[in-house]
């Protein structure tokens, strides 16, 4: 049932009474649940790689110095590792576009199962401008992870021979796997970058920063961050393994549907559990310690992401922090006007001009909180429209 508006019986809309029928503008968003039939599937690689966000370091656990997110992705197919910087090979250098490996070609590759990648970097004033990312690719086996271990270790090398001038041998400090420092730029640029195998997972660590200190820190992390990665998974089990619960299915069927998507790296339309959601806020710890307070442990993602808390009263409490973190932000945050004929949910610019989702609106309803945003607010407003309409149409 999709409609550009939507008309409901007069009633209260989260305690707010209301004047006679409802008048939501959906615009072209579904309004009633998603079957389970119709959902991702519980156990594909694609709701793994998501899954293993819970299994990836935070940047705040690699260095209190990285409090800037940075685009985190699952990897759930080998399109993915070319994305990352460390594979990434370079577009034009010397006014020439060089041939370079690429991961995805590896014979390696084909024996991929899904991963995880973090990245974090220091703000934008900061005077090294420091920038991490630590990734977990899973393969078939251990013999399998060993093979892709020795052939990204190439790649990332022979990028770096052709982005840098001086490439070293191996990472002071660093025992297992193959590492790198890579320097020599004008601009002071440094990069140090691991690979190491582990069981039947690749651990991959970059560190990159310049300026005075660049080099001892990008080397120091790359080691510590490389050995934190490897405890963690020790201590994450198999939960990257674990299928989607019923709870977490019931809770994406209530979620609002893609209309149109740029999902290039497969991050959407499966439930992510909190690493996964707090990775891509500022401050990742507080957000973490909120999810727990409110006993959150899985969020759908999808034309919204929809988070089902303990009870209305921890819903109401997360709203109210997620509203605060929001405002914290940055100093251009305003708040604009509610959807149509939905006064209980609030909406606000967060001033980044340049961001794809400017615009945010949060709604709480029962014990969910939902939150929606876009490039224009008619798209935020019209999302959590929908959103309040599903959760209406199951009686939640």
Not at 218 to 243: F, K, M, Y
Request: glycine share 10%.
């Amino acid at each position: 049932m999709t409609a550009a508006c939507l008309a409901l019986t007069a009633c209260t809309v989260d305690g707010v009474a209301q004047r006679g029928p409802l008048d939501l503008d959906t615009g072209r968003y579904r309004l009633e649940p998603t079957p389970a039939a119709d959902l991702s599937e519980p156990d594909g690689a694609g709701q793994q790689a998501v899954n293993a966000a819970e299994t990836v370091l935070l940047r705040g656990e690699v260095d209190p110095v990285l409090t800037a997110p940075a685009q985190s992705l699952p990897i759930s197919g080998t399109n993915n590792l070319d994305a990352l910087t460390f594979f990434t090979p370079p577009l034009v250098v010397d006014n020439r576009q060089p041939t370079t490996p690429k991961a995805s070609a590896q014979p390696s590759s084909r024996q991929l199962r899904y991963g995880s990648m973090m990245a974090g970097r220091a703000p934008s004033d900061s005077a090294g401008e420091n920038s991490v990312q630590v990734a977990v690719v899973r393969y078939r086996d251990a013999g399998a992870a060993r093979t892709a271990a020795g052939e990204l270790a190439a790649v990332a090398r022979t990028n770096a021979k052709v982005n840098y001038p001086r490439v070293s041998d191996a990472v002071p400090g660093m025992t297992g796997g193959r590492s790198f420092t890579a320097g020599g730029r004008p601009s002071g640029w440094v990069s140090s970058q691991a690979v190491i195998p582990h069981g039947s997972d690749v651990v991959v660590v970059y560190a990159g920063a310049k300026g005075a200190g660049g080099r001892s820190w990008s080397a120091r992390t790359v080691v510590a961050a490389g050995a934190a990665q490897i405890d963690r998974l020790d201590r994450s089990g198999d939960a990257a393994e674990q299928p989607r619960s019923e709870a977490g299915t019931t809770l994406l069927g209530l979620s609002v549907p893609i209309v149109d998507t740029q999902d290039r790296y497969g991050n959407e339309d499966y439930v992510a559990g909190p690493r996964a959601i707090a990775r891509n806020y500022g401050d990742s710890a507080a957000l973490l310690e909120a999810m727990e307070t409110a006993g959150i442990t899985e969020v759908a993602v999808r034309a919204d992401d929809l988070f089902a808390t303990r009870d209305a009263a921890a819903a109401k409490a997360f709203g109210a922090f997620m509203t605060s973190l929001l405002r914290n932000t940055g100093t251009s945050t305003v708040q604009q006007d509610s959807p149509r004929d939905l006064p209980s949910a609030t909406c606000w610019d967060s001033g980044e001009e340049d961001a794809g989702n400017r615009y945010y609106c949060f709604l709480v309803h029962g014990r969910y909180f939902a939150q929606a945003s876009g490039a224009a607010l008619i798209e935020a407003q019209q999302v959590i429209s929908a959103q309040y309409a599903i959760l209406r149409a199951a009686g939640s």
